[in-house]
């Protein structure tokens, strides 16, 4: 089991540009979370997927970020007309069915930088 | 709504010394809680947790955490501390749906030779 994966793992980019995070989970979970984490601060849920259904969004998560995971397997998080207040670690987490669900397992986080 | 207190930003102890990160959580019921570490650079890493039952639960790296129900906190103990502990602790609570986890803001933990 190679963990959770995600690339890229550094982008920078300018303000108003689309961006495109991918997380792929360990193999046999089922759940499937993202979360951003800021300078100096715990990470703050923003979506999760059980299998290909996304059953919750924070209030964070405004019009311009969209999640999928089209086959139930990895995962897309896209940000569009990226603000300077979207800099921050984006990261990913999944968790296995039965008695590991309550156990997410994280990924090594992409660092996106706005300029 | 659920939320986690980790009174401390900052803490540094001696190589070989004993060491308690607090955390405190709010939350009607009995949540799931657990304790991560992350490195610089690195995701996080989940060090232990607690569920039900024995109040006491070891995890990973010669880490201990105790719940206690009456405090509503569930602090990480280790009895000698190592250099490679140099990192940020996170305390956080799951309200049992496994829907998301709430955490605290962190502890950085500094390890003097």
């Known amino acids: 089991d190679t963990g959770v994966s995600q690339n890229p793992r550094h982008k920078i980019t300018k303000r108003g540009q689309n961006v495109t995070f991918r997380c792929d989970p360990i193999?046999?979970?089922?759940?499937l979370y993202w979360y951003r984490q800021t300078l100096g601060q715990g990470p703050e849920f923003l979506t999760y997927f059980q299998n290909e259904a996304q059953l919750e969004k924070s209030r964070l998560l405004s019009d311009r970020f969209s999640a999928e995971r089209p086959k139930g397997s990895f995962s897309t998080l896209e940000i569009q007309r990226t603000e300077q207040g979207d800099s921050a670690m984006y990261l990913c987490?999944?968790?296995?069915?039965?008695?590991?669900?309550?156990?997410?397992?994280f990924g090594p986080g992409t660092r996106l930088t706005v300029t | 709504a659920q939320s986690v207190t980790q009174p401390d930003i900052h803490i540094t102890v001696s190589e070989g010394a004993s060491l308690e990160l607090r955390c405190n959580y709010s939350?009607?019921?009995?949540?799931?809680l657990f304790w991560y570490v992350q490195s610089p650079g690195q995701g996080l890493q989940l060090l232990l947790k607690y569920f039900s039952g024995d109040t006491l639960v070891q995890g990973i790296k010669g880490f201990e955490a105790e719940f206690k129900r009456s405090q509503s906190s569930f602090n990480l103990r280790k009895p000698s501390v190592h250099w490679s502990d140099a990192a940020e602790y996170f305390c956080?609570?799951?309200?049992?749906?496994?829907?998301?986890?709430?955490f605290g803001t962190g502890t950085r933990l500094q390890v003097t030779l």
């Open positions: 193999s046999e979970h089922n759940r």
């Open positions: 956080a609570v799951d309200t049992g749906t496994a829907s998301k986890l709430t």
């Open positions: 987490a999944s968790s296995g069915p039965g008695t590991g669900t309550y156990e997410q397992y």
């Open positions: 939350y009607g019921a009995t949540p799931y």
